[in-house]
């Protein structure tokens, strides 16, 4: 069992940086992968960014390649996801989430563990 709490979100004009942390509970965050997704009102839960166990693989998707950069801190139990050169459409709710042994690190339904979500909202 692993709890997750997102903070980091708020309100950043376009062009901006944020960054979210993810701290995990338990004492087994190295068994997880970790990942963080986002959804907008109404829409499906849409898959960002993911790392591996190790820390040694990272997955992005296409919309954040080159601005987001996932990663994480064993000693601290967190996961982070630094977001650069924000644009409106990367407003949303954005969740953490860890999963033993994801098959398919961009499939939600890999992942069984999920935080409330924090929300970003972007500035035009």
């Known amino acids: 069992q692993v709890q997750l709490v997102e903070s980091g979100g708020g309100l950043v004009q376009a062009g901006g940086s944020l960054r979210l942390s993810c701290a995990a509970s338990g004492r087994t965050f190295s068994s997880y992968a970790m990942a963080w997704f986002r959804q907008v009102l109404r829409k499906e839960r849409e898959f960002v960014a993911a790392i591996s166990r190790s820390g040694g693989s990272t997955v992005y998707a296409d919309s954040v390649k080159g601005r987001f950069t996932i990663s994480r801190d064993s000693a601290k139990n967190t996961v982070n996801l630094q977001m650069n050169s924000l644009n409106a459409e990367d407003t949303a709710v954005y969740y953490c989430?860890?999963?033993?042994?994801?098959?398919?690190?961009?499939?939600?339904?890999?992942?069984?563990?999920w935080g409330q979500g924090t929300q970003v909202t972007v500035s035009s």
């Open positions: 989430a860890a999963s033993g042994t994801p098959r398919n690190y961009s499939r939600s339904s890999e992942y069984g563990y």
